[in-house]
């Protein structure tokens, strides 16, 4: 019964900020890798950000680099996702998924590498 539920998403207008929250129930948070993927309306669903297990190694697509920044609370077995500088084009809805770590403390760029998804977040940004 792995869960995860995402949170956080909602109207902002462009350059404001607003911070996803994930979380994860079930089972033991702390050894699932964690990604963040959009799918804005018309368009393929795309990376966002991954995270491994651990926090230590992360990857962000090049179009948020900078202004997004994910972190994890493995005690309360939450990953986070802060998004500042938002522009309108970051309008999506907003999953996060989790997969299983290896013995590696990796991340995950491809969304076929993941075994849970969330229900997704709606974020609109006005302009």
């Known amino acids: 019964q792995v869960r995860l539920v995402e949170s956080g998403g909602g109207l902002v207008q462009a350059g404001g900020s607003l911070r996803l929250s994930c979380a994860v129930s079930g089972r033991a948070f702390s050894r699932y890798a964690m990604g963040w993927f959009r799918q804005a309306p018309g368009k393929e669903r795309e990376i966002v950000g991954a995270i491994s297990w651990s926090g230590g190694r992360t990857y962000y697509a090049d179009s948020v680099k900078g202004r997004f920044t994910m972190s994890r609370d493995n005690a309360e077995s939450t990953v986070y996702l802060q998004m500042n500088s938002l522009k309108p084009e970051d309008t999506a809805v907003y999953y996060c998924?989790?997969?299983?770590?290896?013995?590696?403390?990796?991340?995950?760029?491809?969304?076929?590498?993941?075994?849970?998804w969330g229900q997704g977040t709606l974020v609109t940004v006005s302009s």
């Open positions: 998924a989790s997969r299983p770590s290896d013995y590696s403390d990796e991340y995950y760029a491809r969304e076929s590498e993941y075994y849970r």
